[in-house]
């Protein structure tokens, strides 16, 4: 990630809380993976099955003067494989409990049906080919992750409350990046546990998700604006979040983000100014030229929530068309 802090950035953790990057394949880079030193002993987002990640996580627990025996939890903010692909396995060798939020479990579980979003991409103008790179993409992903026992699971809701590493966290689950994120609040020491729900250098992306609504899926980005206000309140001391630097000053963060969105908005008008309708797809060839396989959808997610945006704000209408076109009101 080679963008500047959007935030002040922090140095150092508390005594109770360790740190250890856990590489990925991904141009995003590593995951933070926070193991939290008091009792119940915690591992947050351990990371995924790939190269030797076992090993880095068992030697990072084992300098804290435990041993993977002693792992009480597993925490896992969202149900992106770089997140929780570790997590069935440290929770078998610990005979851990796995928590998440409540949504996230058909993710974990890979209970997922993808007829859904195959529906969706076609109806974002996104061609035949690229959802057959998609579906390879989906099914690669799946060995970077280790089954997880269901029997092994608490599901929280928003507003419960839990313990972990000698604290009481309040949960915050809350839609955006990915449909029941969770982020931890420790009212007490005013430490956030933020996954990728909140980032010191990039703005999450705002991941294509099918539901069950008219439309077929979420309005990733309109949820997740819509978070902001809630974690200026709890104005938290220290962020940890899911990739990059720790930082805090959440409403300089949000103030940033507020306006890169605009700006993206602005760009994508410009577009539909000079080109006249467009779909999704073409938009994002238009706007991120050079991405190619899978980050073709990331980059289609990214335009479909500025246009929610738009459409929101009376700025751009939709067809009815499949797929979908988009114009300036």
Not at 44 to 67: F, H, Q
Not at 298 to 314: M, P, Q, R, T, W
């Amino acid at each position: 990630m080679s963008s500047a802090p959007l935030a002040p950035v922090v140095q150092t953790l508390p005594s109770w809380i360790r740190h250890v990057a856990i590489p990925t394949p991904f141009p995003v880079g590593p995951v933070n993976c926070y193991i939290l030193d008091e009792d119940p002993f915690t591992i947050v987002d351990p990371g995924m099955a790939w190269g030797d990640n076992t090993a880095i996580l068992r030697a990072a627990i084992e300098l804290t003067g435990r041993s993977i025996n002693d792992v009480a939890q597993v925490v896992v903010t969202h149900g992106h494989p770089d997140h929780f692909g570790l997590a069935g396995w440290l929770a078998d060798e610990a005979d851990a409990i796995v928590v998440c939020g409540r949504p996230e479990w058909p993710k974990l579980s890979g209970a997922v049906d993808r007829t859904p979003m195959t529906d969706l991409v076609a109806r974002l103008g996104i061609p035949e080919e690229l959802r057959d790179v998609f579906r390879a993409f989906y099914e690669g992903v799946r060995e970077l992750s280790y089954a997880i026992d269901r029997d092994r699971v608490v599901l929280l809701d928003d507003g419960d409350h839990v313990a972990a590493g000698g604290r009481s966290w309040d949960a915050h689950v809350t839609p955006g990046h990915s449909v029941g994120h969770l982020s931890l609040f420790d009212r007490d020491d005013r430490v956030l546990l933020s996954g990728d729900h909140l980032l010191a250098c990039i703005t999450p992306n705002p991941v294509l998700e099918p539901d069950d609504g008219p439309e077929g899926r979420r309005r990733s980005l309109v949820e997740y604006i819509a978070s902001f206000d809630r974690f200026v309140r709890l104005d938290p001391l220290l962020v940890l979040p899911g990739h990059g630097p720790w930082f805090t000053d959440v409403p300089t963060l949000t103030g940033a983000m507020h306006h890169h969105h605009e700006n993206r908005c602005q760009e994508i008008l410009d577009v539909l100014e000079a080109s006249g309708d467009r779909t999704p797809y073409e938009l994002a060839g238009e706007l991120f030229p050079h991405v190619r396989d899978f980050s073709v959808m990331l980059a289609v997610s990214e335009v479909v929530g500025h246009l929610d945006l738009l459409e929101d704000d009376g700025r751009v209408d939709r067809s009815t068309d499949s797929p979908a076109r988009y114009q300036v009101r």
